[in-house]
């Protein structure tokens, strides 16, 4: 089936389509670490077989929490690249105010409406809550502060997941002087994205605010600067190359991601904080090259460029936004009894179920919302509409 009349909406036209291909591994890794951590956490009957022996199964998932840090490395990737082109003398200079205006118009109707639907949901159609259970932590995420007002443990009561959103938009804000730093007044400007990178990871190994901030996650987003940097300039790197020509890029690629996976930390308190600087500084690396790979080697544009693929990925927006309140939503429904008398076979019963109710509640929105949202002009293109009825009833000549 081709998904290319869904594809996203550009202004520019300039699509990278791997981006859109990386994109859908990040939104895949967080849907499966979701729904994972929902079965496992609901599915209590007395089954035939002992759930704790699937904990490996368990343990995998869990490594999907870091497709947040692969989305952060790719929206620093996409904001950085057209100001890289620009200082590099190979593209026209960036308009601050189209800049956040883009912003503005693109990311909020979606993520205002999806709060005010989830709100709506729970309150009226579920009836399992009142507004003020919500409050104030609603009007906190509304305006994108959450996470300054509340301990790291609670996450945003209205969508769990936008704790994520609000380290975004801090760093939408900040990025056109970081690339105004990094691209104008480095000279050498690889090495400096590399030593910061570097520096705010080991920093944050030893201090970590009682928040959640942009400060915590800023050495990928400045990972995904050095990778714009490097796509801009169309470096080759030699010794990646080297291994890609001994080993095969897609070997490279593959063995780069799972080592990735495997060095992340995020679940390993109880170690020394410079085994953590270790395994962190090899993740980072392995980052880079699975992004130096897909975006720069021709033969990954066949799986990373796949309509079907790309397409997901483009709506990983609207999936992000409505995939987990729509696995405990329905799931608390699905899980009310036991359907194979074995926790594996309900397990992926379920999770094949709530994965495609994700998939066609998602994109219904991406349809309806997200995508016409993607047109920069569609502010007045609505207010148009609106006032065309009205100008229908003006009548076309004064009085006598």
């Not at 620093?76 to 620009?86: G, S």
């Not at 796509?231 to 030699?238: D, F, G, M």
């Not at 130096?292 to 079907?308: D, P, T």
Request: glycine fraction near 4%.
């Amino acid at each position: 089936m081709n998904l290319s009349f869904l594809r996203r909406i550009t202004n520019s036209g300039n699509v990278i389509t791997e981006i859109d291909g990386l994109r859908f591994l990040a939104i895949a890794m967080v849907v499966f670490f979701h729904l994972d951590g929902f079965l496992f956490s609901e599915l209590r009957f007395d089954y035939k077989d002992d759930k704790e022996s699937y904990d490996w199964l368990h343990d995998i998932f869990l490594r999907g929490y870091f497709g947040v840090e692969i989305f952060f490395v790719i929206s620093a990737f996409i904001l950085a690249l057209p100001f890289a082109k620009y200082y590099l003398g190979e593209g026209k200079k960036v308009s601050i105010g189209s800049y956040f205006y883009r912003r503005l118009t693109r990311l909020e109707p979606p993520y205002i409406i999806s709060l005010l639907l989830i709100v709506w949901f729970q309150v009226s159609i579920f009836e399992k809550k009142n507004f003020e259970d919500f409050s104030p932590s609603f009007f906190y995420s509304l305006f994108y502060g959450h996470n300054f007002f509340y301990n790291r443990d609670i996450q945003p009561l209205v969508n769990n997941v936008t704790w994520s959103l609000e380290i975004e938009i801090q760093f939408y804000i900040l990025a056109p002087t970081l690339f105004y730093i990094f691209f104008k007044k480095f000279t050498n400007r690889k090495v400096m994205l590399i030593l910061i990178t570097l520096f705010f990871s080991i920093l944050t190994k030893f201090i970590k605010p009682d928040f959640f901030s942009l400060y915590e996650y800023f050495h990928f987003f400045s990972l995904g600067i050095l990778v714009a940097l490097c796509y801009a300039e169309k470096l080759k790197i030699s010794f990646i190359d080297e291994w890609n020509a001994h080993w095969r890029p897609d070997l490279v690629t593959l063995v780069s991601f799972l080592l990735m996976m495997l060095t992340d930390i995020t679940y390993l308190n109880d170690i020394h904080p410079f085994t953590k600087i270790l395994l962190s500084t090899a993740q980072l690396f392995f980052l880079f090259v699975l992004f130096y790979n897909v975006l720069m080697q021709e033969g990954y544009k066949i799986v990373f460029s796949n309509i079907n693929i790309s397409v997901m990925g483009g709506m990983c927006y609207s999936i992000y936004l409505l995939h987990n309140q729509i696995t405990m939503g329905l799931g608390s429904e699905l899980t009310r009894r036991n359907y194979f008398n074995y926790f594996i076979l309900d397990y992926f019963w379920l999770g094949l179920l709530l994965f495609i109710y994700i998939l066609m509640i998602s994109f219904i929105f991406y349809l309806v919302l997200e995508r016409p949202c993607m047109d920069k002009n569609w502010p007045v293109k609505l207010w148009k509409f609106i006032q065309t009825p009205f100008l229908r009833l003006k009548p076309s000549g004064s009085p006598e």
